[in-house]
């Protein structure tokens, strides 16, 4: 038997009803979705088509949870751009100032121990990020 399915106006096919039934548990088309066949009074659902399946949805695995059993919600675009400003603020700051002081004779030491920290604290960040 030659299926042809119809989605959003779109005509595909012919598949086989073997065909159908892998796109089916596939996910690739659903039982709402309409076919039509030789033997069909016209377009039906898939479901009504015999011979073939529907799968059961699967349903998906509950959200992670914090140590307080609540489910843990993920950070949007915005949170995540504050948190890598704020997290690189201190340390941009802190080359500034360490740059400042480095060019200033008496306080050429305090200068470098501040370049030292901000740049191992941005190296920090960097590895943290990308790991």
Do not use: C
């Not at 992670?64 to 609540?70: D, I, R």
């Amino acid at each position: 038997m030659e299926i042809y399915i119809s989605r959003d106006g779109q005509r595909f096919g012919p598949y086989s009803l073997s065909e159908v039934q892998a796109d089916l548990d596939a996910g690739n088309i659903v039982g709402t979705d309409l076919a039509w066949h030789e033997a069909a009074p016209g377009w039906i659902p898939i479901s009504q088509i015999s011979g073939l399946t529907i799968p059961r949805r699967r349903m998906p695995p509950p959200p992670p949870t914090t140590s307080t059993g609540t489910p843990q919600k993920p950070a949007s675009v915005g949170e995540l751009v504050v948190i890598i400003i704020l997290t690189l603020l201190f340390p941009l700051i802190g080359l500034v100032l360490g740059i400042m002081r480095v060019t200033k004779p008496e306080k050429r030491n305090e200068g470098w121990i501040l370049l030292g920290i901000s740049i191992f604290i941005m190296l920090f960040y960097v590895v943290l990020m990308f790991k």
